[in-house]
């Protein structure tokens, strides 16, 4: 199975379960607004071609393959909107001086390796970007990204 195709079905997969998510019904098979039914039986309007053909050539087994995927339990969060939390640059630099690092000339005079380190942990910190880390470091983005 090609990457594409595992996303697609993950975003297929999360559409169908919007109602069962949101309470407004407990089995996606019952629910009518939804292209659910087109792929296990009764096919309306949607190309249901692709999807089926990503599980198998064989149109019984992959409408059985289909349904059991899209009814197990998941964590799919694809278009769950999460709060973004954003770290002011003074926070970066108090951040960095717990580090021993007082002045950005510093960080950029380590050798390779500390200074990886140390942008490394600071990456890990939710909220710290790294397009922020690059404006504040004056160490290129494309040099933090691959860090």
């Known amino acids: 199975?090609?990457?594409?195709?595992?996303?697609?079905?993950?975003?297929?997969?999360?559409i169908h379960q919007n109602p069962l998510k949101a309470g407004i019904t407990q089995d996606i098979s019952?629910?009518?607004?939804?292209?659910?039914?087109?792929?296990?039986?009764?096919p309306g309007i949607t190309d249901i071609d692709f999807a089926l053909d990503v599980f198998s050539n064989?149109?019984?087994?992959?409408?059985?393959?289909?349904?059991?995927?899209s009814n197990e339990n998941n964590t799919d969060e694809c278009l769950?909107?999460?709060?973004?939390?954003?770290?002011?640059?003074?926070?970066v630099m108090d951040y960095l001086n717990e580090m021993g690092i007082t002045t950005i000339s510093q960080l950029q005079r380590l050798n390779?390796?500390?200074?990886?380190?140390?942008?490394?942990?600071?990456?890990?910190?939710?909220?710290?970007?790294?397009?922020?880390?690059?404006?504040?470091?004056?160490?290129?983005?494309?040099?933090i990204d691959r860090v």
């Open 30 to 42: 019952k629910y009518l607004w939804s292209s659910y039914q087109d792929y296990v039986g009764n």
């Open 112 to 143: 390779k390796e500390r200074r990886d380190d140390v942008i490394r942990e600071r990456k890990e910190i939710e909220g710290i970007t790294i397009r922020q880390l690059a404006r504040m470091t004056g160490i290129s983005k494309s040099v």
């Open 1 to 14: 199975m090609v990457e594409t195709d595992v996303y697609f079905l993950i975003v297929l997969r999360y």
């Open 58 to 69: 064989d149109r019984t087994k992959a409408v059985k393959l289909f349904m059991d995927y």
């Open 80 to 91: 769950d909107y999460t709060e973004r939390m954003a770290v002011s640059d003074k926070v």
